[in-house]
């Protein structure tokens, strides 16, 4: 059996892919910061699923949680094939509501974590001759919507960039940009979503099976659903002062608030 590391795995799209993943016979280890709903979710997993699922608490917005985690994907002995980077958050506000220490944890979370686990994970896979990661970013990635948005443009181009450096040794990067998704993370962060129409709504298990699919295929991209590609398509030909006014008022009304969503 092959080994998938998950983080942000308790709720949304981590979870989603945890159970995917168990359904097809892989070995789990869990990543996030509820301890408890981890446990609960590793007991499911392994009675439905008969796989092995590990526990790791760790808060990729402490260098203590992201050394935890580096240290389980460099385990030569306990190797991890599939990494999931789906842990992150947002900010709901304008540029100057929102606090600078709470945009520099986002860059922590978005950025400096998924750099390294992406790094110690790549690491051993290369010396195996196999492996691949999952870097979830977000539409919002593709069109200007401050720190939230560029940290994902981050995540896309530092996975892509990877990508062709480390084809070469059989191993596949793949950035996965969602839209929204249905999760209870809206409600865990106080949100209302009454005014965000039906038809921007995604099931985070099709976004789980398309992403696994286009991995599969080798693509370095993934956005999941032709709704959101063809608006992707429409951004690229809208002005970009246009398209900046238009994302930062969905931003401020629709965007997420707090940990362990997209």
């Known amino acids: ?18 159970r995917r993943l168990a359904t097809e016979g892989h070995n789990l280890v869990l990543v996030a910061r509820d301890v408890e709903r981890l446990r609960e979710q590793a007991t499911e997993l392994h009675d439905r699923h008969r796989v092995e699922a590990e526990v790791l608490k760790a808060d990729l917005a402490s260098d203590h949680g992201i050394e935890a985690v580096e240290k389980r994907l ?3 002995m306990h190797p991890v094939d599939l990494l999931v980077n789906n842990a ?23 950025c400096e974590a998924v750099l390294r686990l992406t790094t110690a994970a790549v690491a051993g896979m290369r010396t195996r001759g196999r492996g691949g990661v999952v870097n979830v970013a977000s539409t919002a990635a593709f069109v200007p919507r401050g720190t939230y ?22 191993l596949r990067l793949m950035a996965l940009c969602p839209g929204f998704v249905r999760t209870e993370f809206h409600e865990r962060a106080g949100m209302g979503t009454d005014n965000i129409p039906g038809w921007m709504w995604l099931d985070a298990d099709k976004v789980v099976t398309a992403a696994l699919a286009d991995l599969a295929r080798g693509r370095t991209i993934s956005i999941p659903d032709p ?18 006014g238009i994302t930062s008022k969905a931003g401020r009304k629709y965007g997420p608030v707090h940990p362990d969503g997209v």
């Not at 948005?149 to 990508?163: D, E, L, P």
């Not at 709704?227 to 900046?244: D, E, F, N, Q, V």
């Open 1 to 18: 059996m092959t080994t998938a590391l998950i983080t942000g795995a308790t709720s949304g799209i981590g979870a989603a892919f945890a």
């Open 74 to 76: 460099s385990d030569r």
């Open 88 to 110: 992150g958050f947002g900010q709901k506000g304008a540029f100057l509501d929102v606090p600078v220490e709470d945009e520099l944890v986002m860059l922590k979370v978005h």
């Open 149 to 170: 948005g560029a940290s994902k443009a981050w995540v896309v181009q530092f996975t892509q960039g990877v990508a062709r450096d480390v084809r070469q040794y059989g």
């Open 227 to 244: 709704r959101y590609k063809a608006l992707m398509g429409a951004a690229k030909l809208a002005p970009r002062g246009l398209l900046g």
